[in-house]
Each structure stands twice: as structure tokens, then as C-alpha cells.
């Protein structure tokens, strides 16, 4: 069983900075893909970011790359989120994920799942 506990979220103003933090419970994420998605009100949960655990690979959807990202920290089992230049549009719940896999960015095949936590950007 795998358990994730983002932080890091608030508000902020439009062109701001937020690091959104994931504790993760597992002793090892060898082999393990994790990643960031968000949602906002009334839409689908969208990919952020991933990051291929054991090798430090990164992937961005191309709304973010340049102003995102992603890193872990292997000795304290932490998944980060640096957000720079934030936009309005990108209020919404972050989530972190943990897949066993390759990389994906469909939420679908994510198993594992933390409970969030909201970004406010204001205009």
C-alpha cells in the first residue's frame, strides 16, 4: 500500500511561485512512475507532470514545460512541484499520483492517489 500527503498549496498572485510537496509511505519507488495532475471545478482531472522514479526521466504537458518542475528526493521519499509564473486558469486541486509502470499521463492508470491540495491563483 502505497500513501501520499501533498502540501504546499495556497494562494498566490498570477505570476507567482508555489512548491507543492507529496510525502510518499514506500520505502523504495524503484520501478515506480510518479506524477502531478490538477483539476479545476466542473472539469476533467488533466496531467501536470511525471517523473520516472528510479532514473529522474521527466515529462510535462506542454501548457506547463518551461514554468513547471518536477523532482524527487529519493533519501526523504518526496515527490516536489516548483510552479513558476503562475496563470489564473491554473486554480484547481493538485494531486500527486504513484503509478508501478512506465509512464503515462492518463489519471486512469495511476493507482495510487493523495487526497490533494487547492492552488488559488489571482488575477
Known amino acids: 500500500q502505497v500513501q501520499l500527503v501533498e502540501s504546499g498549496g495556497g494562494l498566490v498572485q498570477a505570476g507567482g511561485s508555489l512548491r507543492l510537496s507529496c510525502a510518499a509511505s514506500r520505502r523504495t519507488f524503484s520501478g515506480y512512475t510518479m506524477g502531478w495532475f490538477r483539476q479545476a471545478p466542473g472539469k476533467e482531472r488533466e496531467f501536470v507532470a511525471a517523473i520516472r522514479w528510479s532514473s529522474g526521466t521527466t515529462y510535462y504537458a506542454d501548457s506547463v514545460k518551461g514554468r513547471f518542475t518536477i523532482s524527487r528526493d529519493n533519501a526523504k521519499n518526496t515527490l516536489y512541484l516548483q510552479m513558476n509564473s503562475l496563470k489564473p486558469e491554473e486554480t484547481a486541486v493538485y494531486y500527486c499520483?504513484?503509478?508501478?509502470?512506465?509512464?503515462?499521463?492518463?489519471?486512469?492508470?495511476?493507482?495510487?492517489w493523495g487526497q490533494g491540495t487547492q492552488v488559488t491563483v489571482s488575477s
Open positions: 499520483a504513484a503509478r508501478s509502470g512506465l509512464y503515462s499521463d492518463s489519471y486512469a492508470r495511476y493507482d495510487y
